[in-house]
T-cell receptor, first 116, second 113 residues
């Protein structure tokens, strides 16, 4: 159990495009979902935490107007990178948890975003 | 400064060799997790250690939590090509910000057949 599906797995698009990434918990209800970003040779860095039905909490330095997060149901959260630029190219990974921050997180397989 | 320092950063060994990778910190933690991440995929939890001095085994992988709960090691016996990946340690930490799962930079392991 505890499968998290992330889609798409890879996106290549032009600068200025907005890109939506979906994160779904397939076999459990995810009260909390997390979005991470991982640059080459770097570790995963938390971007934001979202709880179902409420606004996401963004980490310091993450622009909430650029990275729009929606967690409308207990099985789906979306991250939209608005007006993406080459510096937004990265590996974006979501995770889902049944409870608050210290509950086990189950990770998706990530989305490789490349902005030309 | 990095909360969790992992060493070595890169490790390339022959199949069948043994290896140890480390995760060190100056902070004390109530628990520590090890993950393996393969290219293009998300991290997969291997183990959580919670007690100082604890040793956990997962087939050929042996995890140890330091007595002071500041560091941990992962030992792989008779490494196989399937062990290739990025090994990450992680802790729940609040620091000056939100309480979150914080990762080290990882050790990239390559096992050559």
């Amino acid at each position: 159990g505890a499968v998290v599906s992330q889609h798409p797995s890879r996106v290549i698009c032009k600068s200025g495009t907005s890109v939506k990434i979906e994160c779904r918990s397939l076999d459990f209800q995810a009260t909390t979902m997390f979005w991470y970003r991982q640059f080459p040779k770097q570790s995963l860095m938390l971007m934001a935490t979202s709880n179902e039905g409420s606004k996401a909490t963004y980490e310091q330095g993450v622009e909430k107007d650029k990275f729009l997060i929606n967690h409308a149901s207990l099985t789906l959260s979306t991250l939209t990178v608005t007006s993406a630029h080459p510096e937004d190219s990265s590996f974006y990974i979501c995770s889902a948890s049944r409870g608050p921050s210290n509950q086990p997180q189950h990770f998706g397989d990530g989305t490789r975003l490349s902005i030309l | 400064t990095q909360l969790l320092e992992q060493s070595p950063q890169f490790l390339s060994i022959q199949e069948g060799e043994n290896l140890t990778v480390y995760c060190n910190s100056s902070s004390v933690f109530s628990s520590l997790q090890w993950y393996r991440q393969e290219p293009g995929e998300g991290p997969v939890l291997l183990v959580t250690v919670v007690t100082g001095g604890e040793v956990k085994k997962l087939k050929r992988l042996t995890f140890q939590f330091g007595d002071a709960r500041k560091d941990s090691s992962l030992h792989i016996t008779a490494a196989q090509p399937g062990d290739t990946g990025l090994y990450l340690c992680a802790v729940y930490y609040s620091g000056a910000g939100s309480y979150q799962l914080t990762f080290g930079k990882g050790t990239k392991l390559s096992v050559i057949p």
